[in-house]
């Protein structure tokens, strides 16, 4: 009596991974380009539609909600000019700077808290009683304390930003591998080794996250310093333009430095995968286990 042997299907993750690798190339790269652009299309598009319906409609004054078609010819009229760009590089200028700044001060701060109880006790309340305050209303404050030119919003950004990596810091370097702690301390490894070859790498992930929250707030900060006061930047062409009531104007240049910072958060995603690239390993690792 002769039996029949049915295929083999899928039983696990790994399997179900080893029958992806067996789909065409041209097909993955069609199926991650619909699951990775399409929707995001798809929503700005229902987005801009929604805008000019309420435009058109005037549900809202149309001083307020100008049409967005409106909106992306001032944009384009605003990209063949060299004033966007000449203001706009003061602006990138003042947030990276405060992110550099900021992002030495939060993770040398949190490498402090992390790793020591003395100087957790003796920083930490300080830092969370700063955290408590309204850092913006403090452009004002750093105006005054140092005039009109950079230096002011330099700092703005740097209250703004250095925050995000401080608190990722600390609950990186506190998230560590006990029975790793213990294998390292059993071969008598020094505090600086367990430091660098265990709580630094496991760390890094929420580091990087840290620092690109950071990326966006410190161009925050900045733009905040020059709406306080400024003679440059983007900031100081969004309170003209809002001065004067085009509001298009306003719009416009709240999208430009948000597509500029789109771009930055992606290199700073990019770095971090390239960085920190045994993360995806160990999640590759640990879906095989599974199995």
Excluded: H
């Excluded at 899928?10 to 991650?32: E, K, Q, Y």
């Excluded at 966007?84 to 003042?94: A, C, D, H, K, R």
């Excluded at 009683?129 to 140092?146: D, E, G, H, K, Y």
């Amino acid at each position: 009596m002769s039996t029949q042997t049915e295929p083999i299907q899928p039983t696990g993750v790994g399997d179900d991974l080893m029958v992806v690798a067996r789909i065409p190339f041209r097909t993955r790269a069609r199926i991650w380009v619909l699951t990775r652009f399409i929707p995001p299309i798809f929503m700005f598009i229902f987005a801009i539609g929604l805008l000019e319906l309420i435009s058109v409609t005037e549900v809202l004054p149309a001083i307020v909600t100008p049409s967005p078609l409106t909106v992306l010819e001032t944009m384009g009229r605003q990209a063949t000019t060299s004033f966007l760009w000449e203001n706009m590089w003061v602006t990138l200028q003042e947030g990276l700077l405060g992110f550099l700044i900021g992002s030495a001060i939060g993770i040398s701060l949190g490498v402090g808290v992390g790793v020591s109880t003395f100087i957790a006790r003796a920083v930490y309340p300080f830092v969370v009683l700063i955290q408590s305050m309204p850092r913006v209303a403090l452009a004002p404050v750093f105006v005054a304390l140092l005039g009109f030119g950079q230096s002011a919003k330099v700092l703005t950004a740097v209250a703004i930003c250095f925050f995000p990596p401080l608190i990722n810091t600390i609950v990186g370097l506190r998230n560590f591998d006990s029975d790793a702690l213990l294998l390292m301390r059993s071969l008598r490894a020094s505090r600086w080794q367990v430091f660098r070859k265990l709580l630094l790498p496991g760390a890094l992930p929420m580091i990087f996250g840290g620092l690109k929250t950071a990326m966006t707030f410190a161009i925050l900060g900045a733009i905040v310093g020059e709406l306080t006061a400024a003679t440059e930047g983007i900031g100081s062409l969004i309170d003209i333009a809002a001065f004067q009531l085009r509001m298009d104007a306003v719009y416009g240049y709240i999208l430009w430095m948000s597509i500029v910072s789109l771009g930055i958060f992606g290199f700073m995603d990019w770095v971090d995968k390239r960085v920190v690239f045994w993360r995806d390993d160990a999640r590759k690792t640990r879906l095989t286990d599974q199995e």
